[in-house]
């Protein structure tokens, strides 16, 4: 085969290889086969000293021809595939602005938050401002100072979850002990009570613990929104005027409320308070155990022993104070037959509210 030949033969057979290069890495490998330094093109022109010098003319020229060829063929391929994996990145990395966006489902309040802060409101409305206490509580302030005896029965192992020192460093509260879980926001009135001069108006909303197995109407963990008022000249009235706006604002304004005389060691009289029922408007069914009423709180004047632990002056002041657990309002309100529900998380019945 002449060299004219074999140089076509090879011009040939890269066309062809350049022409099938599916992507740039492939090219570049047909490149150095033929035209890199050990290519076989390249190989042909190094050997081109050693011919005859009749034949040199010629087989430079058509060397240099197909030399020439290949390059312009390289470079056109080239340029396609660039194109080709250009188009390629912008079509994978294109955004369809047009796309409805991805919708997040929106959160709301767990029903207990959201009936808490609407009773926070309306207090608010009338001037009171928020109290905290800690829920691990000394039994100085959730029993003593609310002249609740040691041998009062509502501090009984049975009611009350008490917190003990179970490393045994401290022998003054082992066996027994003085720190508990509060079993009422109440003791928050003591703490308000010592570092606030009157007049005081107060709200202590926050969560109580007792010793209770969770059934339709008791929850071992519950909510309860405390008040406090002390100020001179407080009477029965302005609290009997108080809930019943309170339980209007709360239940709606067709409701009506009742006092029940009760006991409770910290406020003398104190009294219990029912809401007329709200199915039945108070003509009495089910719902109400046929009473037409349902109770909602507890409440009575401050006992003049609890301001002695506070050293607040009975002769001047007087008070009253209330405590409501907002789990019952939220049955109340809602016609919930079973407390449980909201500490279940059960999204079925929670996005209902
Ligand atoms: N602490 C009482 C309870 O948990 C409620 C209450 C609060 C009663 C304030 C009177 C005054 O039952």
Redesign the pocket.
């Known amino acids: 085969m002449s060299i004219t030949e074999q140089l076509h033969q090879q011009r040939d057979a890269a066309l062809t290889q350049i022409a099938s290069a599916g992507d740039l890495a492939t090219l570049e490998s047909v490149r150095v086969a033929y035209l890199g330094k050990k290519g076989s093109l390249t190989a042909v022109l190094r050997g081109l000293g050693s011919l005859p010098p009749e034949e040199r003319p010629l087989a430079g020229k058509v060397s240099n021809e197909v030399r020439v060829a290949l390059e312009a063929a390289l470079e056109a391929r080239r340029a396609e595939l660039s194109s080709v994996a250009l188009k390629a990145r912008i079509g994978a990395e294109a955004l369809d602005v047009t796309l409805p966006g991805r919708s997040r489902p929106v959160g709301s309040r767990h029903l207990i938050e959201q009936i808490r802060a609407e009773v926070v409101d309306v207090f608010l409305g009338l001037g009171y401002q928020i109290a905290e206490g800690p829920e691990v509580e000394l039994d100085y302030y959730n029993f003593t100072a609310l002249n609740t005896p040691p041998d009062h029965p509502a501090r009984s192992l049975q009611d009350t979850f008490y917190v003990r020192d179970l490393s045994g460093e401290r022998s003054d509260i082992a066996g027994e002990s003085d720190v508990l879980l509060r079993t009422?926001t109440?003791p928050v009135q003591v703490r308000v009570m010592e570092s606030q001069k009157p007049p005081i108006y107060a709200l202590a909303p926050g969560k109580v613990y007792r010793r209770d197995i969770a059934d339709p109407s008791h929850l071992p963990q519950f909510t309860?929104i405390?008040g406090l008022v002390v100020d001179e000249g407080i009477t029965f009235a302005d609290l009997k005027g108080t809930l019943d706006h309170a339980c209007k604002a709360i239940f709606g304004p067709d409701r009506r409320t009742r006092f029940r005389p009760h006991f409770?060691p910290?406020?003398e009289p104190?009294a219990e308070v029912d809401v007329s029922c709200g199915i039945c408007a108070g003509s009495g069914c089910r719902f109400c155990k046929g009473t037409g009423w349902l109770e909602i709180l507890?409440?009575?004047m401050v006992d003049p022993n609890v301001f002695g632990y506070v050293g607040i002056d009975p002769e001047r002041y007087s008070g009253f104070?209330?405590?409501m657990g907002v789990e019952r309002i939220a049955a109340l309100k809602y016609d919930l037959p079973d407390l449980r529900v909201l500490l279940e998380g059960d999204m079925r019945f929670l996005r209902q509210f």
């Open positions: 009422h109440s309860q405390e409770f910290f406020t104190s507890g409440c009575g104070a209330f405590g």
